[in-house]
Nanobody, 124 residues
Framework: QVQLVESGGGLVQAGGSLRLSCAASGGTIRTYAMGWFRQAPGKEREFVAAITWSGGSTYYADSVKGRFTISRDNAKNTVYLQMNSLKPEDTAVYYC?????????????????WGQGTQVTVSS
């Protein structure tokens, strides 16, 4: 059973940067595709970014394209989300998720494991 733990959230001013980490334990995520989702108060969880098991392909939501970068270090069993040029509308709880099929998915139901989330708040 894979457990995922996110970290790196916090309060930042608009235009600032944060780097989220998602550390896996209880098993290797080396063959898993990984994704980041977010959920703002009163809104549904939405896709942010995903990366294939090898890291060879990535995919982003239009709202974060060019500002966020997803990456992974399989040796460390960790996935990252570098967030630059943050906007107040990026405020949400950010979740990482693991998909055992290994290919990119933008729909949450395709993911098998989820972390507990980390809060990101961007002030204007």
């Amino acid at each position: 059973q894979v457990q995922l733990v996110e970290s790196g959230g916090g309060l930042v001013q608009a235009g600032g940067s944060l780097r989220l980490s998602c550390a896996a334990s209880g098993g290797t995520i080396r063959t898993y595709a990984m994704g980041w989702f977010r959920q703002a108060p009163g809104k549904e969880r939405e896709f942010v970014a995903a990366i294939t098991w090898s890291g060879g392909s990535t995919y982003y939501a239009d709202s974060v394209k060019g500002r966020f970068t997803i990456s992974r270090d399989n040796a460390k069993n960790t996935v990252y989300l570098q967030m630059n040029s943050l906007k107040p509308e990026d405020t949400a709880v950010y979740y990482c998720a693991a998909d055992a099929k290994g290919s990119i998915a933008t729909i949450s139901v395709f993911y098998d494991y989820w972390g507990q989330g980390t809060q990101v708040t961007v002030s204007s």
